[in-house]
Each structure stands twice: as C-alpha cells, then as structure tokens.
DNA sequence: TAGCTAATGTTATTTACTTCACATAATATA
DNA sequence: TATATTATGTGAAGTAAATAACATTAGCTA
C-alpha cells in the first residue's frame, strides 16, 4: 500500500460502495468478491481493488472480503465512523425536503441548527427543530461542534450565506444554489447541481438523435 | 474542429458557462474572453477554450467572445435550443421541491406530469399539477411527448419504477434514490446522490485532520 | 499601412485515471 | 502433501483529460 493523492472519483465510489455493502450486510450476506461489488454497482472489479488499494489490504486472496469489515473499514475512511452535526441554510421547499429527510441520519449526518432569514419563517418547527434567525448560527455552531454547513438559499444570496458561515466556522460547505461559490482556500465546497444533470441527459439525448441522421 | 468523443466534464462545464454567460447577459455585458469565464467560474482559460473547441470556433482571435452568440451556442449545444417536457414520480418532499421550483422552467424544462402510488396523495395539487396514479403514465407521456422521467420515490421503488418509466418510452431518467439503477444500454441515467457529495466533505475533513497530525 | 497588443484555436506535453495482466496467497480436493 | 482453483493486490500499459505553449488572427495606434 502507497498513500498518494486519492482521485475524487474514487471517494464517490467509496460512498456507493459502503452503501452497497451496507445493503449486503442487512440482507445476511457475509462474503463478497471484487466482481460482486462490480456489478452491484456497475464498475469493474480491478477499479474496485484498485479504489481500495489506496487504503490498505481488506481482502483475503482467493476468498474475498468479508462484508462487515469491509462496510467498516469503508465508512471510517470515509469519516464516517462518527457522527457529524451539520447546519442549514434557507428553509424553503429544497430545505424542508432535506431536513426531514431521514437518509442523512442512517448515515450519522445530524442537521442541528436551520437557519432563514425571513421574519414569517423564523419560530416554525421543521420535525423537532424550529427555524432560527442568521444570528443564532455562532451559538449553535459552538455547542454543537458543527463544521459542515448546507446551503439551500436562492442563488442571489449564497455567496453572502457562505461567507457568513466561514466567519462562525464552517470548514465544508455543500451548495444547492447553481452558483460557483467563491471562498477561502482551506474551506471544502462541493455543489449539487441539479439543473446540470438534467442537461447532461438533454444533451446526450440531442447528440444521440444527432448521431442517427 | 474536429468531432470526437465528448467528455462529460465538458459538458458540466458548458452548463455552467452558458448559466454565467446568462448572468452576463442579463447584466449588459456584450463581450468576454477566456479567462473572464475561467475566472467566474474556477476553471482554468485553456479549460474554457478547449471545452469549447469541441464543437467549434465561437470566438474572434484578439478579441473574444460575444456574450448573447456564445450563450445560444452553448445552449444549443446543450440542447436547450427547444423545450423538454418531465414528468417526475415520487410526490414526497423531495418531490415537491423539484415541481414548485422554478429554476427548470428557466432553462426550458416543464413538468407536466407527477406520479404516485399513494392513494393518499393522488388527486392532491401542486401548483397547477394534479398528482396522477401510475397508470396515467402512458397517456401523459403520449400527449406531452415526453422522454425524460424523474424518479423522487424511495430507494425500494426506484428500479421498478424505472422499468415501468422505460415501458412507457422513458429515453433517460434523472435518478434521485440512492441506488445503482439497472437499465437498458439505450436509457441515459443520471443519479443525483446527495449523501455521496456529503461524504466527500466528510473525507476531506478527515483526511486534512490526517495530514496535520 | 506597419507594427504592436490581445486573445483565440490548436498542437504538444504533462498529469491523472483506468484497465490489463499476472504473481501471490488462501482454500478446496484428491 | 501435491495440485487445482479462486480471487486479491499491484506494477505496467494504455487511455483520457488537463495544462501549457504557441502560432495565428483581429483590432488598435501612430
Ligand atoms: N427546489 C428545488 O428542487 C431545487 C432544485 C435545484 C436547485 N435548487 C436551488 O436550491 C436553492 C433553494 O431552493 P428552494 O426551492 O428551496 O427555494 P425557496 O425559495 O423555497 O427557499 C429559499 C429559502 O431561503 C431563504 N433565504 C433567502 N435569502 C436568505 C438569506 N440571505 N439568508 C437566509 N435565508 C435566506 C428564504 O427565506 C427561503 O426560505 C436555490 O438556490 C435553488 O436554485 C432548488
Ligand atoms: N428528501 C431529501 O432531501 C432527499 C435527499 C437525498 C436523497 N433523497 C432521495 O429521494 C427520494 C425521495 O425522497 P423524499 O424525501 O421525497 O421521500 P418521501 O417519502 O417524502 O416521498 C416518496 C414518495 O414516493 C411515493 N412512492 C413510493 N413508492 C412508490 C411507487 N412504487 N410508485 C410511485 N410512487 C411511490 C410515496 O408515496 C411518496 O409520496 C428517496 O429515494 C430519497 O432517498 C431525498
């Protein structure tokens, strides 16, 4: 095993791996090949040997890996051997969806503090949580330990939303808003972007008709 | 020009461009070089031109490009020269996110039809949109002429839901439930997969712990 | 109009990622 | 215990993508 810079490509597989294995694991599977794992989720299995190179020796030659040990040693690499309280920005219909969503938990991401600054949305209760004004973030921030924070605010406002919680301490953020957010160096930021998605398959079904002329 | 394979970075990124070349736009600026876009973006110039160059030569030597010409080009190279109709299953939070958002609408994408198998649900309204049960697919699909499908259900439904989506002449799917879906060649899919890009702020937040140490 | 500047389009180079191929090791079998 | 089988781990080869470098062209200036 050699520690080089990992590809992100293949922390995103970690994750679907971990997940898959996960999955393995609560349907009472013990054991697991590479090729297994490949086709679960549709990579080759040298990709998936070589994902889990970078990390260390799971295996055992000729057998496999075993399933609960390997969604272990998967999920602490990716951190997620402990749980993690994260913070919320924008209580409108993307927020509301992802703060009752319950995935989040299963994968010990907490969201403890939701923030908005409209006066008609501060005081109401999302599941057990109430939606608290901008300037309550520093305190939440503090007694929760929070170092990740989500963005769900219209485009117009997330550069501000973002500087803002890299003063009360953010060190990651994850961005809804279709906007390239820019920020410090030593602050992670990676943007879910819906709209892009959606026209990747717009432009591959236009190449494709493209092709058939 | 030459016409090879397209890489699907490339076409992320021109998403993004023709997204800032709207901005521009809509703030009066008629013209634009490389690095501009590089810079508003967080590319590097070279990137620019070389993603652009895939499809031609849009600018001029010296100068640089036209604002409105390069954001039709690269709308039109997105496909977004025309109007798509959706239609999205899965009528829960996340659900009702995507159809009240308007960010579709103005990149030319409708939903036109939302699917549920609760029969809770159907009959409900979302905005203009009446929820459908599953078996008005094929008649929505057929009026709308429609060939992408949304899937917002819970990870267990997703794969049949896809199958039944593709019967009804479903060309490419946006994928919301975390799961490896299993289709045929011809279907275009995307997953959108949220937890993923939380679990790469959570490696990185790790592993920078790592290198301090 | 000649010379200068700016910024594109494109080729060359470098870097990064994936696939291949096989030596290695564990288990099963005779 | 030898032999066959299986599947890992990894260096080498191959492919793809990003960056750098530069030749080219448009416009400006004197
Ligand atoms: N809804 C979707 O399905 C969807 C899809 C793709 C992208 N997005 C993006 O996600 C973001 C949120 O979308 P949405 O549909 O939930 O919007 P929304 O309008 O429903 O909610 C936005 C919330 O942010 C709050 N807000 C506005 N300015 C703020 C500020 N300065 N500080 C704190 N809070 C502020 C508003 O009060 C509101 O509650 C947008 O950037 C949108 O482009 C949403
Ligand atoms: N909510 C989020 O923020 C979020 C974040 C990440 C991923 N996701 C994923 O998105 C999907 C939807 O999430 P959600 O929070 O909106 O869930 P939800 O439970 O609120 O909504 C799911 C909807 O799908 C419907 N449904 C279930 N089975 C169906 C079937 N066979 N056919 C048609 N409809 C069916 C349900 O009736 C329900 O209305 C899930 O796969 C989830 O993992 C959601």
Known sequence: MKTLRVPEATVTRLSIYSRYLERLDRNGVSSVSSGEIADGVGVSPAQVRK??????????????????????????????????????????????????YRGFNMRGFSIVGVFDN??????????????????????????HNVR??????PT???????DYMIKCGMQAILNFAPLP?????????????????????????????????
């Open 156 to 162: 117009r406002a997330a550069q501000e939303v973002a």
């Open 181 to 213: 957010l820019n920020l410090p160096e030593h602050v992670e930021v990676r943007n879910v972007d819906l709209s892009v998605k959606l026209e990747i398959l717009t432009f591959n079904l236009g190449f494709k008709s493209a092709q058939n002329v």
């Open 51 to 100: 994902d889990l190179a970078y990390f260390g020796e799971f295996g055992t030659r000729g057998v496999g890996y075993n399933v609960k040990d390997l969604m272990r040693y998967t999920l602490k690499i990716l951190g997620l051997d402990r749980h993690w309280n994260l913070i919320l920005v924008g209580a409108g219909n993307l927020g509301y969806a992802l703060c009752t």
């Open 148 to 153: 990740i924070g989500i963005i769900a605010t």
């Open 118 to 143: 409209d006066l008609t949305k501060i005081g109401k209760r999302i599941n057990d949580l109430e939606v608290l004004p901008m300037e309550s973030m520093p305190e939440i921030v503090k007694d």
